[in-house]
């Protein structure tokens, strides 16, 4: 029941198991590219919506001041902070 192995087949065989060895090496390889790419872009965009939250309530103040000036016809009125634009 021996079989005979052609001369041919071996190269095939072994560039199997060698493009199996790359494809798996790759694959992780690409794996952790990505993960560090997607922590990357998540931390990237959380420092952006930070930001934006603070420029948002630098406008919301500053619009909120010049209303109260035209309501007291130019006046400079000092207003107290409530806590919700504490904690935003």
């Known amino acids: 029941m021996a079989t005979h192995v052609n001369g041919n087949?071996?190269?095939?065989?072994?560039?199997?198991?060698i493009r199996k060895r790359v494809a798996d090496y790759m694959?992780?390889?690409?794996?952790?590219?990505m993960r560090q790419k997607?922590?990357?872009?998540?931390?990237?965009?959380?420092?952006?919506?930070?930001a934006d939250t603070k420029l948002f309530k630098d406008m919301a103040r500053f619009e909120?001041?010049?209303?109260?000036?035209?309501?007291y016809n130019?006046?400079?009125?000092e207003?107290?902070?409530?806590?919700?634009?504490?904690?935003v």
């Open 9 to 17: 087949m071996i190269p095939t065989i072994f560039n199997d198991i």
């Open 27 to 33: 694959d992780k390889e690409l794996k952790e590219l």
């Open 38 to 50: 997607m922590d990357s872009i998540i931390s990237e965009v959380l420092a952006n919506l930070q």
């Open 64 to 71: 909120t001041k010049m209303v109260v000036t035209a309501i």
């Open 74 to 77: 130019g006046k400079d009125v």
């Open 79 to 87: 207003q107290n902070q409530t806590r919700d634009s504490e904690t």
